[in-house]
């Protein structure tokens, strides 16, 4: 079935490091990649997304590449600052072609906290 | 900018207690999700519903019951709560095949 691995953490940079989390999926057909992030005390927003192979997501500095050779979908940034300190999901969901509620049963890592120290 | 508004934002409940919880989106969003968050698991989706007066089974639907009772309202019902449902519990919409946007979640102890 399908499924999502992040790597573990909780991951502690200092400020203006680069920051990359690892994210693999296993899936069949073409699903749609997400990150999302949740910062302390409420709930998950979007960061960024991707919904086919060599696409590139990028937001606030963040940038994601759709891998589908690899099966992956790391989140990088280049400079991260201590605002950047939440809680990272990566997530898929079905293919394109799924329509109504099942486009979006998001399918969730199990999240990777980072820390940015000042 | 409501978007997504579930109530309560805390509860306490004995085990054997029932409980409701609430969900409404603002955003004319056809679907609409329940998921629960617990440490080291990430979130599961415990039901969804593509539209309205449709409601299916996530992946960890046991213990749980939904009404979609508009398209606007979605309730997540524990008819009798156990200590094994104390998580955090995200309600969630989308527009058919687009990006789910969640509310701020909903802690629930259960003693």
């Known amino acids: 079935g399908n499924s999502v691995t992040q790597m573990e953490g909780p991951v502690t940079l200092s400020e203006e490091a680069f920051l990359t989390i690892n994210c693999t999926y296993t899936?069949?057909?073409?699903?749609?990649l997400f990150w999302y992030v949740q910062y302390p005390g409420e709930g998950l927003q979007l960061l960024l997304k991707?919904?086919?192979?060599?696409d590139k997501g990028s937001n606030k500095g963040f940038e994601a590449t759709y891998r589908k050779e690899t099966t992956s979908f790391h989140l990088e940034k280049g400079s991260v600052q201590v605002s950047d300190s939440a809680v990272y999901f990566c997530?898929?969901?079905?293919?394109?072609?799924?329509?109504?509620?099942?486009?979006?049963?998001?399918?969730f890592g199990k999240g990777t906290k980072l820390s940015v120290k000042p | 900018n409501a978007g997504v508004t579930q109530t309560p934002k805390f509860q306490v409940l004995k085990t054997g207690q029932s409980m409701t919880l609430q969900c409404a989106q603002d955003?004319?969003?056809?679907?609409m999700y329940w998921y629960r968050q617990d440490p080291g698991m990430g979130l599961r989706l415990i039901y969804y519903?593509?539209?309205?007066?449709?409601?299916d089974k996530g992946e960890v639907p046991n213990g749980y019951n939904v009404s979609r009772l508009n398209k606007r309202e979605f309730s997540l019902r524990l008819e009798s709560a156990a200590p094994s449902q104390t998580s955090v519990y995200f309600c969630?919409?989308?527009?058919?095949?687009?990006?789910?946007?969640f509310g701020e979640g909903s802690w629930l102890t259960v003693v």
């Open positions: 969630a919409s989308s527009l058919r095949g687009n990006t789910i946007y």
């Open positions: 899936a069949t057909g073409y699903p749609s």
């Open positions: 991707a919904t086919k192979a060599d």
């Open positions: 997530a898929l969901s079905r293919g394109r072609t799924d329509y109504g509620g099942s486009q979006g049963n998001l399918i």
């Open positions: 955003m004319n969003h056809n679907s």
């Open positions: 519903s593509a539209s309205e007066g449709t409601t």
